[in-house]
């Protein structure tokens, strides 16, 4: 029985081979570098607890509960301090707690007279019908207006996807607003009048869902879920091409070794979009003997258009503290920073004030992100550089003193895939792929969602489709 290759072994790849090799269904993961993880990276030292990546899982739907579950990591889950609720979004130069009820939101600073009355104008501004793709930026003018867009979404667009809200597209990055001015004419009226048939379907939205990591940081999901699949696991075994034959794929490898070859019975790729541009693909069946005959004509030319995908610089700057060092309580989840307010940083975490043992006694930790689509100049600045920026920024909006007792940095050259007006024609030719190419799957953060959370839902649905479709020769 030839086993199922998966490419990639950040969260999405494992765990589609964790449920796959649950079901019987054999699996071989192919990790083109030496961890498993992909983006997911915690660092202990010095009493301090880092994260490369993502901070958090939002437990958006059952299956990520379910995952934790199976496994066996119930136990060594971490849910946030109750005080960690309170979200933060800088005006005036300032950190402003966003407000968490209507009433709130109109007493609250961060909005202006006229921005409460156009948000309760919103249920009565006409829906777009057209059927035009729409940019977030000019979707949230047209039913909120401009103080909404430059105070509030522009920040949580950096916060999400360090993009720009005039070019991510409400459809593609923001799809269940879009669907609720589709299916309810507005925003407002589609939150009032939705909330059975979210509660009915077990899906929570992201504002509302309950965030996660474990005791020793997210790492422990990818590294635990590597454990269980054991030998089927291969590092440091890039995939270069993939071919079609009359008895299933075949994987050409580049290894330590050499370059190699491995029969399967079905493929899923669950890489990144700028690495299945560069890969080899031929769909045309042939017969198992004519597998080194690649004539021009059967190779897909197809992929090369995901290289045009933006994936933005990020740099993440960890600064751990003395407690009396900062003057802000640094009690909620973090603060996010719209561009008009005119810092370097994108926005900050209260890492320290989310879980436990994540700073020594008597410090705390500050988690801050640089670059994207706003200053991508900024992400490819030396670590001391990105430090002192972090640092300045930190000293008007929380009011740090003095240096850090805790320092690290890391750059991701290429970070989020930017769902832009048009990304829909890539989602499009992948379905269009798979179409063609039976047993041939694709998942991960550039097809289903950029967040964790989307991340594991892809891989769980991507191992139910393959799983629904395998045929053991």
């Given at each position: 029985m030839?086993?199922?290759a998966?490419?990639?072994?950040?969260?999405?790849?494992?765990t589609?081979?964790?449920?796959?090799n649950?079901?019987g269904?054999?699996?071989?993961v192919?990790?083109?570098?030496?961890?498993?993880?992909?983006?997911?990276?915690?660092?202990?030292?010095?009493?301090?607890l880092?994260?490369f990546?993502?901070n958090?899982?939002?437990?958006?739907?059952?299956?990520?509960?379910?995952?934790?579950?199976?496994?066996?990591?119930?136990?060594?889950?971490?849910?946030?301090?109750?005080?960690?609720?309170?979200?933060?979004v800088?005006?005036y130069k300032?950190?402003?707690?966003?407000?968490?009820?209507p009433?709130?939101?109109f007493?609250t600073?961060?909005?202006s007279?006229q921005a409460k009355?156009?948000?309760?104008?919103e249920p009565?501004v006409?829906?777009?019908?057209?059927?035009?793709?729409?940019s977030?930026?000019g979707?949230?003018?047209?039913?909120?207006?401009?103080?909404?867009?430059?105070?509030?979404?522009?920040?949580?667009?950096?916060?999400?996807?360090?993009?720009?809200?005039?070019?991510l597209?409400?459809?593609q990055?923001?799809?269940?607003?879009a669907?609720?001015?589709?299916k309810?004419?507005?925003?407002?009226?589609?939150?009032?009048?939705?909330?059975r048939?979210?509660?009915?379907?077990g899906?929570?939205?992201?504002?509302r869902a309950?965030?996660?990591?474990?005791d020793?940081?997210?790492?422990?999901?990818?590294d635990?879920?590597?454990e269980?699949?054991g030998?089927a696991?291969?590092?440091?075994?890039?995939?270069?091409?993939?071919?079609?034959?009359?008895?299933?794929?075949?994987?050409?490898?580049r290894?330590?070794?050499?370059?190699?070859?491995?029969d399967?019975?079905?493929?899923?790729y669950?890489?990144?979009?700028?690495q299945?541009?560069?890969?080899?693909?031929?769909l045309?069946?042939a017969?198992?003997d004519?597998?080194d005959t690649?004539?021009?004509?059967?190779e897909?030319?197809?992929?090369?258009?995901?290289?045009?995908?933006r994936?933005p610089?990020?740099?993440?700057?960890?600064?751990?503290?003395?407690?009396?060092?900062?003057?802000?309580?640094?009690?909620?989840?973090?603060?996010?920073i719209?561009?008009?307010?005119?810092?370097?940083?994108?926005?900050?975490?209260?890492s320290?004030?989310?879980?436990p043992?994540?700073?020594?006694?008597?410090?705390?930790?500050l988690?801050?992100?640089?670059g994207?689509?706003?200053?991508?100049?900024?992400?490819?600045?030396?670590?001391?550089?990105?430090?002192?920026?972090?640092?300045?920024?930190?000293?008007?909006?929380?009011?740090?003193?003095?240096?850090?007792?805790?320092?690290?940095?890391v750059?991701?050259?290429?970070a989020?895939?930017q769902y832009?007006?048009?990304y829909?024609?890539y989602r499009?030719?992948l379905t269009?792929?798979?179409?063609?190419?039976?047993g041939?799957?694709f998942a991960?953060h550039?097809?289903d969602?950029?967040?964790?959370?989307?991340?594991?839902?892809?891989g769980?649905n991507?191992?139910?489709?393959a799983?629904?479709?395998f045929q053991?020769?």
């Amino acid at each position: 029985m030839k086993p199922v290759a998966i490419i990639g072994a950040g969260i999405t790849g494992l765990t589609a081979a964790f449920y796959l090799n649950r079901a019987g269904i054999p699996v071989t993961v192919f990790e083109a570098g030496p961890r498993v993880g992909g983006a997911i990276r915690s660092l202990r030292q010095d009493g301090y607890l880092a994260e490369f990546g993502p901070n958090t899982i939002l437990e958006t739907s059952p299956k990520i509960g379910r995952l934790i579950h199976d496994a066996g990591l119930d136990a060594r889950r971490l849910d946030p301090d109750p005080k960690a609720g309170a979200r933060f979004v800088v005006r005036y130069k300032r950190p402003i707690a966003m407000p968490g009820s209507p009433l709130g939101f109109f007493t609250t600073d961060l909005f202006s007279l006229q921005a409460k009355l156009a948000v309760l104008r919103e249920p009565f501004v006409p829906p777009r019908r057209d059927g035009a793709e729409e940019s977030i930026a000019g979707f949230v003018v047209r039913r909120l207006g401009r103080e909404f867009l430059d105070h509030a979404i522009d920040a949580m667009v950096a916060g999400v996807y360090a993009g720009d809200p005039a070019r991510l597209s409400v459809q593609q990055a923001f799809p269940k607003l879009a669907a609720l001015e589709a299916k309810y004419g507005s925003l407002i009226k589609g939150q009032i009048l939705g909330a059975r048939a979210r509660k009915k379907s077990g899906e929570i939205a992201k504002d509302r869902a309950p965030k996660f990591s474990f005791d020793e940081g997210l790492q422990v999901l990818p590294d635990t879920l590597s454990e269980h699949l054991g030998t089927a696991v291969r590092l440091n075994s890039p995939v270069v091409g993939i071919t079609r034959t009359a008895g299933g794929w075949t994987l050409d490898l580049r290894t330590q070794g050499g370059a190699a070859r491995s029969d399967h019975s079905a493929v899923i790729y669950a890489g990144t979009a700028f690495q299945l541009a560069e890969l080899k693909v031929v769909l045309g069946e042939a017969d198992d003997d004519r597998r080194d005959t690649r004539a021009p004509c059967e190779e897909s030319s197809g992929l090369s258009p995901f290289s045009e995908i933006r994936h933005p610089p990020v740099a993440s700057v960890v600064l751990g503290f003395r407690r009396e060092d900062v003057a802000h309580p640094c009690e909620g989840f973090g603060a996010l920073i719209p561009n008009v307010e005119k810092f370097h940083i994108l926005g900050t975490i209260f890492s320290s004030s989310l879980f436990p043992n994540r700073a020594p006694d008597g410090h705390l930790t500050l988690t801050s992100y640089i670059g994207g689509e706003r200053h991508p100049e900024l992400a490819a600045l030396p670590p001391e550089e990105l430090v002192e920026l972090t640092l300045r920024d930190l000293r008007v909006l929380f009011g740090v003193k003095g240096r850090p007792t805790f320092r690290h940095c890391v750059v991701f050259s290429k970070a989020i895939p930017q769902y832009n007006v048009g990304y829909g024609r890539y989602r499009g030719m992948l379905t269009e792929m798979e179409a063609q190419a039976p047993g041939l799957f694709f998942a991960g953060h550039y097809r289903d969602g950029i967040s964790l959370g989307d991340s594991i839902v892809s891989g769980c649905n991507i191992a139910e489709r393959a799983g629904k479709t395998f045929q053991p020769s």
